[in-house]
């Protein structure tokens, strides 16, 4: 059966927010990228948002999305909390 999303390019979109999480964000990102195709079938994104992180967070996510392009990068200027 195949899916039509009219909103989204993928069918399935994981979030992932970040702030100051750059010791920990390759190994949250891999873990996705592993474990998302051993439960679905779904095409899938995983999409992770630097909230306006003060290390390099933002540098580790952009090669992350450099190297893969279900990774996708959301970079805000500023921390604008979970809210």
């Known amino acids: 059966m195949e899916f039509e999303f009219p909103y989204a390019k993928h069918g399935l979109s994981i979030v992932l927010p970040a702030y100051n999480e750059e010791k920990n ?3 949250a990102v891999s873990a996705c990228l592993r474990t998302i195709p051993s439960i679905t079938s779904l095409p899938f994104e995983v999409v992770v948002v630097n909230d306006g992180s003060r290390d390099q967070t933002g ?8 190297d893969n392009p279900m990774v996708c990068a959301v970079h805000h200027p500023r921390n604008k909390g979970y809210g």
Do not use: F, G, H, N
């Not at 540098?59 to 450099?66: I, Q, T």
């Open 25 to 27: 964000l390759e190994m």
């Open 59 to 66: 540098a580790v996510l952009d090669s992350l999305a450099a």
